[in-house]
């Protein structure tokens, strides 16, 4: 049994890092700080998301939450979420970088604030820029398959088309999309990044060949967000287990699964 | 004094100075932030040299929560 787990924990490698988790976590809106942390923790996950917002003069703000991360020894990937322009994301990248000490950038240009979709343009413009500038790029993007192909073109090793939209614990709003960057991409690194609501979510996601899922709602909002990062552990390892084992071919009629042969006695009553 | 704009809040400052002693004069933690001048990305290598001028606009950022 334990063997059959450990299975679920291959490592893999993303942005020049080798983990074993392939579940991308949130900081923000947990119930306080120590919820925080201890839901992190269960969750296991290697890769947690950050965020750079304005300092009060004088005062001790983004000390306390900087410290708790740095003391959880993982990966950190701000983010540039809040920017309406590829300028204002490659500010906030540069800024970032300095701040935090890594490369990584989850770049996230929103077009719209009805549904916060990505702006695949200013994304795009942002991308490229920074790449040249040396950063590793984790984009949002929708699940558009030439968006994401632009992208790649631009040198994006890593693609994180939504789920659904940020926040709305929606789940995949469209599977075949997401299956068709699946299939197109083969070596880039891909990551569902928003819309996730419930466990089930992540592991349809990791069932597509998805090789990572990120999410902050789902957890933080949990009513029990500590109970909830174990159930998303778990639903992100059976996803992937069961990609690696490679699910039967759905069928258009019923099949038996017990032998028919020897069936017992009520054909003689026919 | 010069009036300068910090995190979106008109702010006067003694006069023309570079970015280290703009961060002193207004009291700002000495480390564990960014900043950007204008729109632009200062790093913290050229504070001593990049000056703050009458209406220049400074963002000051710290690492919060983030999705």
């Not at chain 1, 890769?47 to 993982?74: D, M």
């Not at chain 1, 993007?141 to 790649?152: G, N």
């Not at chain 1, 592991?203 to 899922?213: F, H, N, R, S, W």
Request: proline fraction near 4%.
């Amino acid at each position: 049994m334990t063997k059959l787990i450990e299975q679920s924990r291959n490592t893999w490698e993303i942005g020049g890092k080798t983990l074993s988790s392939r579940l991308l976590i949130g900081s923000a809106l947990y119930p306080s700080p120590a919820n925080m942390e201890d839901a992190i923790k269960t969750s296991g996950a290697q890769i947690v998301t950050v965020a750079l917002r304005r300092q009060a003069a004088a005062e001790g703000t983004g000390n306390n939450f900087w410290n708790i991360i740095k003391s959880l020894g993982i990966e950190v990937l701000p983010n540039t979420a809040g920017c309406h322009s590829a300028k204002e994301a490659i500010t906030t990248a540069q800024m970032a970088r300095e701040v935090f000490g890594t490369n990584w950038i989850k770049l996230e240009v929103i077009g719209d604030q009805y549904n916060l979709q990505p702006d695949p343009f200013e994304t795009l413009k942002a991308a490229e820029v920074l790449i040249k500038e040396g950063f590793e790029v984790f984009p949002y993007t929708t699940d558009d398959l030439v968006v994401a192909k632009r992208l790649a073109d631009v040198g994006c090793k890593i693609i994180m088309p939504w789920g659904s939209m940020i926040g709305s614990g929606k789940g995949l709003m469209n599977p075949d999309n997401l299956i068709a960057i699946r299939k197109q991409f083969p070596e880039l690194k891909l990551i569902i990044d928003a819309g996730i609501g419930k466990p089930s979510h992540a592991t349809q996601a990791m069932e597509l060949g998805y090789d990572g899922v990120l999410l902050n709602s789902a957890i933080a909002l949990a009513q029990d967000p500590v109970k909830m990062a174990n159930a998303f552990r778990c639903a992100v390892e059976a996803g992937r287990l069961g990609y690696e084992s490679g699910t039967m071919q759905q069928r258009e009629f019923a099949s038996p699964s017990t032998p028919t042969v020897g069936t017992p006695f009520w054909h003689q009553f026919k | 004094m010069i009036e300068v704009i910090v995190n979106g809040v008109r702010t006067e400052i003694s006069n023309e100075m570079n970015v280290k002693e703009v961060i002193k004069e207004l009291k700002y933690r000495k480390k564990g932030f960014a900043l950007a001048l204008n729109g632009t990305f200062v790093a913290l290598s050229t504070y001593e040299t990049t000056i703050i001028r009458d209406n220049d606009s400074i963002e000051i950022l710290a690492p919060v929560q983030g999705g």
